[in-house]
């Protein structure tokens, strides 16, 4: 028996097989739950296509979170497939990667306003149109960063951009707690050297330093944020809604 058995989640944002959203994929497929996920394009199709096949993927589309008309089909196809839908984990962000080095104070507006679409808005907007086709009792999950709490050099405009998805995490857990009993958390992930985490200047070094300051004195995996995943998407996590979880090593209660 696992803690998910016949609950249907849709994981959207895996890229390749190192990506915390496959770690998270795996971890619910594991436990029980019938998995959806979405590709961003014709090439990424056919290189998701082994991972669709491993997780038993029941929807396998293109969703591209910068279009109102994709996330409309994308909702559309759920429905025609399931039906309805238990769960939904975004991991999806994006900024250019000229800001995510040096100053956070050079990033032009159409960058600003490109990272805040669809690394924050997007959920909003998927809460929004899934609303009406996800069951009572449902849960939203997004994954965060500590760049969001804390200036980390380098992340930039990433951290802001998160910092904004962390608001709309307490945002929507109060609007879609009053409207359908759904909970919607976040996990901020210590860094994983995953293809997102490569456009960081100086990526390495954050992750050694990291590992090196934290309480457990190393980094984590997409496997221990998969089953924090899990957890928040259980029952055993029934009492808890607009909740940043730090699947971080405890790096970020660590002061001077």
């Not at 104070?105 to 809460?127: G, K, N």
């Not at 998160?162 to 995490?169: I, M, Q, Y």
């Not at 221990?224 to 029934?238: I, K, P, R």
């Amino acid at each position: 028996m696992g803690l998910l058995d016949g609950k249907k989640a849709l994981v959207l944002g895996i890229a390749n097989n190192r990506s915390i959203a496959y770690g998270i994929a795996k971890a619910l497929h594991e436990n029980g739950a019938k998995i959806g996920m979405n590709y961003l394009n014709e090439k990424f199709q056919k290189k998701l296509q082994p991972i669709a096949d491993e997780l038993n993927a029941e929807i396998y589309e293109k969703l591209d979170v910068s279009s109102d008309e994709e996330i409309t089909n994308f909702v559309n196809k759920v429905k025609d497939v399931w039906g309805d839908v238990d769960i939904i984990v975004h991991s999806i962000a994006y900024a250019n990667k000229e800001y995510l080095k040096d100053y956070y104070y050079t990033v032009d507006r159409q960058s600003f306003l490109q990272a805040m679409d669809i690394s924050v808005y997007s959920f909003t907007a998927l809460a929004r149109e899934f609303l009406p086709i996800i069951n009572e009792g449902g849960n939203l999950l997004t994954l965060s960063y500590y760049g969001a709490e804390k200036v980390i050099y380098n992340y930039n405009v990433m951290g802001v951009a998160k910092a904004a998805l962390e608001a709309s995490v307490r945002y929507l857990a109060r609007d879609l707690g009053k409207l359908k009993q759904v909970r919607v958390n976040a996990i901020s992930a210590g860094p994983i050297k995953t293809l997102a985490a490569a456009g960081i200047s100086q990526f390495s070094e954050i992750q050694k330093e990291t590992a090196e300051r934290s309480p457990l004195t190393r980094s984590v995996t997409i496997d221990e944020v998969g089953n924090a995943a899990v957890f928040l998407c259980s029952d055993l996590a029934s009492g808890v809604t607009g909740e940043i979880l730090h699947v971080d090593a405890g790096f970020n209660i660590i002061g001077l």
